[in-house]
């Protein structure tokens, strides 16, 4: 298929976007900042606090990823069908942009200072070690890199750089991205933070590089989730304390 042949789309924003969006940020914003509200009787329901918080994300994630998807989907589908155009290039990406996120988190570990777990780290770990891969998987490698690759690549890249400068939009993408994984948690310190803005900084450059195609950035990103994910399951847990 000739990739001159698909078709453009308008990259406008539409109501759908901003239902989509506006779930995300909201429920984030609550999550984040009044985790007490919570889900009415679930500690009840759920006493375990590890398999209740895993619920809690499962189904904000599976309503935010609905919503992603009902918004998104002819972008999907018209990015999913460039990359078939070079399939040799495009699985050759996934793991050069695995390494490139490796790589660029070990230089800037190197110049921030010694690493420091943030707390959504420890929390993720805590849900691998104790919960099996055929539930953690789904979540973490499969529906929430595509809700975060449409919010802050296809989004806040895509979509807003029709009114703004696209590296302005790139340097939002990459900060909003990283401080979203600590907000609410922890001090924003730069040692906290600079594994996510490296992770935000090769993302960010594969979807430009791609011609703003967020199903190859989602890609990258569910192989690096994917590789952390199993690198915990195969780490003793006694190492990750």
């Not at 490139?100 to 420890?122: K, R």
């Not at 924003?188 to 935000?200: D, E, F, I, K, Q």
Request: with cysteine; glycine share 8%.
């Amino acid at each position: 298929m000739n990739r001159a042949a698909i078709a453009p789309l308008p990259y406008t924003f539409s109501r759908r976007d901003g239902f989509a969006a506006g779930f995300y940020v909201v429920f984030v914003l609550i999550f984040s900042y009044a985790p007490g509200l919570g889900i009415p009787g679930l500690t009840r329901l759920i006493p375990d606090p590890l398999l209740a918080g895993y619920v809690v994300n499962l189904v904000f994630y599976l309503c935010a990823g609905a919503l992603a998807v009902w918004a998104s989907w002819r972008f999907a589908v018209r990015e999913a069908r460039i990359l078939a155009t070079r399939p040799w290039l495009t699985l050759a990406i996934i793991p050069g942009g695995v390494f490139a996120m490796l790589l660029l988190t070990a230089v800037a570990v190197l110049v921030s200072g010694p690493p420091e777990t943030a707390v959504n780290q420890e929390a993720v770990q805590g849900l691998v070690v104790s919960l099996p891969p055929l539930l953690i998987i789904p979540l973490l490698v499969v529906i929430a890199p595509f809700v975060e690759e449409y919010i802050f690549r296809h989004l806040l890249i895509g979509k807003l750089s029709r009114y703004l400068n696209i590296w302005a939009c790139c340097a939002i993408s990459v900060v909003l991205f990283a401080g979203i994984h600590v907000a609410g948690k922890e001090a924003l310190a730069l040692p906290v933070l600079m594994p996510y803005l490296a992770m935000g900084a090769v993302l960010v450059g594969i979807y430009v590089w791609a011609g703003k195609n967020f199903i190859l950035s989602y890609a990258v990103h569910a192989a690096k989730n994917l590789l952390a994910v199993l690198l915990t399951y195969a780490i003793p847990a006694e190492l990750l304390g």
